[in-house]
């Protein structure tokens, strides 16, 4: 997930009892899930140990071999098919099992932060994923459904996802669920949450060099353009609404005696939606223009990643997750609401019926992308919190599965997406190395 902004942890967090009993599921009500409880508890050391070495070898966005091989491996030992490599993505996959006509699929992410390590938490993320399905194996014949986990590589910079949606590996999906471990909350309710817009660019501009004493009248300083754009863009901020951010970092280097005639500022901006992105990015992008004509250097703006959208929760899928959470004595307080930051999954939630619940690791306060969340997210407490949500996304799915009003609810959503999105145009193309600024227009 991709933060601007920490969600506030509780001064003093409600630490779970020590001495209580962690419900495992296996004594669910319904004896179906109770058996997929039971499937799960069979594999979960094996979930574990590849969650650990995934946290153990951080890898970033676009360069996650090691973590793809460790899902691949796991899932091919479950009786999956694997396909490897998926979309013209070396560390992205698909593993399949069954084949009824509902397409369900869990999202894993396994991408670091540079220098950081895994301060996203994607270590839980994959784990949970890779458990549900673990745990759904046995009843796939039962349900009429196919199963999928699709490996989706970059989330933290590059839109893995959007690129596997633009070449076809969601097409035919009914729905897709994953999860999103962060500091401690007081509810894990999905129902109502969202998440920010968010674009990425590099702006550069071309002005004419200088001796900077010597002949200073002859040059077109690209460097005072890229000074207007961000005062000018500082100056905006006062008048964006809640919700939106915006920021600028200059990537240039220079002398003082020479004017240079190159300059280059990456930027972003957030928004809660699709409008709401477009305003402030045309906004923006007059900042931009503006360093241009005061200065007459030209411009050229480049998408370095696809944009990430909102998050649309399915309201069908957020209902079975909360009655596995109950399940398993997580609270359910109110939505989770707005969170301040944004993921490609909302890319996937605009086309497919999703789920992508914010959890909250119980006590943690350290804020997401920090040294502090990787430690936490090696803890046994962020173990707890990944093998339930394994149990809720398993048991979210059989119950959309078996239950012939919410099959029928999420297949009408799913049809009902697809139409709406057929016509959205794809994003400018992206490789890898686009993510990190190297790429030029």
Same mark, same amino acid.
């Given at each position: %997930?991709?933060?601007?902004?920490?969600?506030?942890?509780?001064?003093?967090?409600?630490?779970?009892?020590?001495?209580?009993? /962690?419900?495992?599921?296996?004594?669910?009500?319904?004896?179906?899930?109770?058996?997929?409880?039971?499937?799960?508890?069979?594999?979960?050391?094996?979930?574990?140990?590849? /969650? =650990?070495?995934?946290?153990?070898?951080?890898?970033?966005?676009? !360069?996650?071999?090691?973590?793809?091989?460790?899902?691949?491996?796991?899932?091919?030992?479950?009786?999956?098919?694997?396909?490897?490599?998926?979309?013209?993505?070396?560390?992205?996959? =698909?593993?399949?099992?069954?084949?009824?006509?509902?397409?369900?699929?869990l999202c894993v992410e396994y991408d670091a932060l540079p220098e950081i390590g895994h301060g996203?938490?994607?270590?839980?993320?994959?784990? +949970?994923?890779?458990?549900?399905?673990?745990a759904l194996a046995e009843a796939v014949p039962e349900l009429d459904l196919t199963l999928q986990?699709?490996? @989706?590589? /970059?989330? !933290?910079?590059?839109?893995?996802?959007?690129?596997?949606?633009?070449?076809?590996?969601?097409?035919?999906?009914?729905?897709?669920? %994953?999860?999103? +471990?962060?500091?401690?909350?007081?509810?894990?309710?999905?129902?109502?949450?969202?998440?920010?817009?968010?674009?990425?660019?590099?702006?550069?501009?071309?002005?004419?060099?200088?001796?900077?004493?010597?002949?200073?009248?002859?040059?077109?300083?690209?460097?005072?353009?890229?000074?207007?754009?961000? &005062?000018?863009?500082?100056?905006?901020?006062?008048?964006?609404?809640?919700?939106?951010?915006?920021?600028?970092?200059?990537?240039?280097?220079? #002398?003082?005696?020479?004017?240079?005639?190159?300059? !280059?500022?990456?930027?972003?901006?957030?928004?809660?939606? %699709?409008?709401?992105?477009?305003?402030? =990015?045309?906004?923006?992008?007059?900042?931009?223009?503006?360093?241009?004509?005061? @200065?007459?250097?030209?411009?050229?703006? @480049?998408?370095?990643?696809? #944009?990430?959208?909102?998050?649309?929760?399915?309201?069908?899928?957020?209902?079975?997750?909360?009655?596995?959470?109950?399940?398993?004595?997580?609270?359910?307080?109110?939505?989770?609401? &707005?969170?301040?930051?944004?993921?490609?999954?909302?890319?996937?939630?605009?086309?497919?019926?999703?789920?992508?619940?914010?959890?909250?690791?119980?006590?943690?306060?350290?804020?997401?992308?920090?040294?502090?969340?990787?430690?936490?997210?090696?803890?046994?407490?962020?173990?707890?919190? %990944?093998?339930?949500?394994?149990?809720?996304?398993?048991?979210?799915?059989?119950?959309?599965?078996?239950?012939?009003?919410?099959?029928?609810?999420?297949?009408?959503?799913?049809?009902?997406?697809?139409?709406?999105?057929?016509?959205?145009?794809?994003?400018?193309?992206? @490789?890898?190395?686009?993510?990190?600024?190297?790429?030029?227009?």
């Amino acid at each position: %997930m991709t933060t601007d902004d920490a969600r506030t942890a509780p001064d003093t967090p409600a630490a779970a009892d020590p001495d209580a009993p /962690a419900p495992d599921g296996t004594a669910h009500p319904d004896p179906a899930k109770a058996r997929i409880a039971e499937s799960y508890r069979a594999r979960r050391e094996d979930v574990l140990a590849v /969650a =650990r070495a995934i946290h153990a070898d951080p890898e970033i966005a676009f !360069e996650e071999h090691r973590a793809h091989d460790r899902c691949c491996e796991l899932l091919e030992g479950a009786g999956f098919t694997v396909e490897r490599g998926i979309a013209e993505l070396p560390t992205a996959f =698909r593993a399949t099992l069954g084949s009824g006509s509902l397409v369900a699929s869990l999202c894993v992410e396994y991408d670091a932060l540079p220098e950081i390590g895994h301060g996203c938490g994607h270590n839980i993320i994959a784990g +949970a994923s890779l458990g549900a399905a673990l745990a759904l194996a046995e009843a796939v014949p039962e349900l009429d459904l196919t199963l999928q986990v699709i490996g @989706t590589p /970059a989330e !933290e910079h590059g839109g893995g996802k959007q690129l596997l949606i633009e070449r076809g590996a969601f097409e035919g999906v009914h729905l897709s669920l %994953m999860t999103h +471990a962060m500091g401690h909350t007081d509810t894990y309710d999905p129902l109502g949450s969202t998440s920010q817009a968010v674009g990425r660019w590099r702006a550069t501009y071309t002005g004419r060099g200088a001796h900077a004493a010597a002949n200073p009248s002859d040059g077109l300083n690209a460097n005072d353009a890229a000074v207007i754009a961000q &005062v000018a863009a500082g100056l905006l901020r006062q008048q964006v609404a809640d919700g939106q951010r915006l920021a600028l970092v200059p990537q240039q280097s220079g #002398v003082t005696n020479i004017i240079p005639e190159r300059a !280059e500022v990456d930027l972003e901006c957030r928004a809660l939606t %699709m409008e709401q992105f477009t305003s402030l =990015r045309d906004r923006l992008f007059d900042c931009l223009r503006a360093g241009a004509v005061a @200065t007459g250097c030209e411009l050229d703006i @480049t998408a370095t990643e696809p #944009v990430y959208e909102p998050l649309l929760q399915d309201d069908v899928l957020a209902t079975a997750w909360n009655e596995g959470m109950e399940v398993l004595g997580r609270p359910l307080t109110g939505s989770l609401g &707005v969170m301040a930051g944004s993921t490609d999954m909302g890319n996937v939630s605009q086309r497919v019926p999703s789920l992508h619940p914010f959890v909250g690791i119980t006590g943690v306060t350290a804020p997401l992308h920090t040294r502090d969340f990787a430690a936490a997210a090696a803890t046994d407490e962020a173990y707890r919190l %990944m093998h339930d949500a394994a149990l809720a996304m398993a048991w979210a799915i059989q119950d959309v599965a078996a239950t012939a009003e919410r099959r029928a609810q999420v297949l009408a959503t799913a049809q009902e997406l697809a139409e709406r999105t057929a016509s959205i145009a794809p994003s400018a193309p992206i @490789t890898p190395s686009a993510s990190r600024g190297e790429q030029e227009a």
